[in-house]
């Protein structure tokens, strides 16, 4: 009988409730327990997770590197998925691996290139993958600059922080002046150069912007399964536009996908989204991470968490494919579990004082899967 198999997820996004449903769920019927650490202690995360800590504040990323050590031997975790001080922790895979922790993560070298867009960006175009064009920026000057030329191309303009994950520091570039049409509605991304330009004379620190055209829809997420041989094992695309979602095989997504995952050895997990600049499907960004949609691809019939748990502990599943591409979709929020007290129970035989039994819990609305036509579809494999 296969031994239990203990996967830690670190401070990660809610979604991946489901990421740990999925692993639960495996095909290969393998026990698995989860350990999960946040800093919020009413993340559904943690109310998710078998085990749980809270994780401590203002930690250096090197000692955060030993917090993680002691976690791994402490709690037994056979893989380790961080997002949390990645670049960090992946610079120590050794001392991981002297403690029997596989790093679900690329090597240090793909992680660097990827954590700065500008040098992404550089050494995509490199290798021949399609990237639009942009301008890093620091000063007022540089932006009305690079904003001018998009503009005089018929281009609209836009900006997000050089490192950043996510939507995180995003704006667009209008030239209408501030007014009430700004204040009416939902706050959307939209902010009036001139607003930016006086905010950045004023500013007392430096900002490191990327600028670049605003691109269009579609916008194509190909999730990414790559082992430590540079070989990918799984690319599917997840499509995008407006409310409606699919699933897309098409090479032109897929193919320069696969060269930046196997060019870069983004092993394991990795994200990697295109928008279409024109008539040209271009590169948006990469995360060296499994994204937060990944549980969707169990709509295709796969289960890429647990593909990626087998990869990582050497026992490789080889070349897949989905069986089918599922219908498209959309995505709406529900209620998750929350319990009572700050830290989820731990099972019995862990080490640690036992929290008591909790009443009824509240609930912390995650993100669902839903067919177009409405029929719930379980984020599961």
């Known amino acids: 009988m296969l031994s239990r198999v203990r996967v830690w997820l670190n401070r990660t996004y809610a979604e991946n409730v489901f990421f740990m449903d999925q ?4 095909p290969s019927d393998r026990a698995v327990e989860i350990h999960a650490t946040h800093g919020d202690a009413d993340s559904p995360v943690l109310a998710a997770a078998d085990t749980a800590d809270l994780e401590p504040e203002g930690l250096s990323p090197a000692a955060y590197v030993e917090f993680a050590l002691d976690q ?3 709690r037994g975790i056979d893989v380790f998925v961080p997002r949390l001080h990645q670049s960090a922790i992946v610079a120590h895979r050794a001392e991981f691996e002297a403690v029997g922790t596989a790093l679900l993560a690329p090597p240090p070298e793909a992680v660097a290139v990827f954590h700065d867009k500008v040098i992404a960006y550089e050494a995509v175009q490199a290798i021949g993958a399609p990237v639009p064009p942009w301008w890093r920026v620091r000063t007022a000057d540089e932006l009305v600059a690079a904003v001018e030329e998009l503009e005089a191309g018929g281009y609209k303009a836009c900006f997000k922080p050089a490192s950043g994950a996510g939507g995180v520091g995003f704006r667009v570039i209008t030239r209408t002046p501030f007014s009430l049409m700004h204040l009416n509605g939902f706050p ?4 009036p150069l001139d607003l930016v330009v006086e905010a950045l004379k004023e500013a007392d620190e430096s900002v490191d912007w990327l600028v670049m055209p605003r691109l269009e829809q579609p916008e194509v997420s190909v999730d990414c399964l790559t082992g430590p041989d540079n070989r990918v094992r799984l690319a599917v695309g ?3 536009n407006g409310r409606r979602r699919g699933f897309t095989l098409h090479e032109q997504w897929l193919e320069p996908a696969r060269r ?3 060019g870069f050895g983004l092993h394991y997990l990795s994200n990697i ?3 279409m600049f024109g008539d040209t499907p271009v590169l948006m960004d990469v995360n060296t991470r499994p994204a937060g949609g990944l549980h969707q691809l169990s709509l295709c019939g796969v289960n890429a968490p647990w593909a990626a748990v087998q990869l990582a502990l050497g026992e490789d599943p080889g070349e897949m494919e989905p069986p089918f591409l599922g219908q498209d979709y959309t995505v709406v929020s529900g209620p998750r579990p929350l319990r009572a007290v700050s830290i989820p129970h731990q099972r019995a035989e862990e080490t640690g004082p036992l929290l008591p039994a909790v009443p009824a819990p509240t609930a912390e609305p995650v993100e669902q899967v839903t067919t177009e036509a409405g029929t719930p579809a379980t984020a599961r494999a």
């Open 23 to 26: 692993l639960r769920r495996n």
């Open 72 to 74: 791994c031997a402490r």
């Open 188 to 191: 959307g991304p939209y902010v």
């Open 238 to 240: 997840r499509t995008k």
């Open 260 to 262: 930046i995952a196997e």
């Open 273 to 275: 989204q295109f928008r």
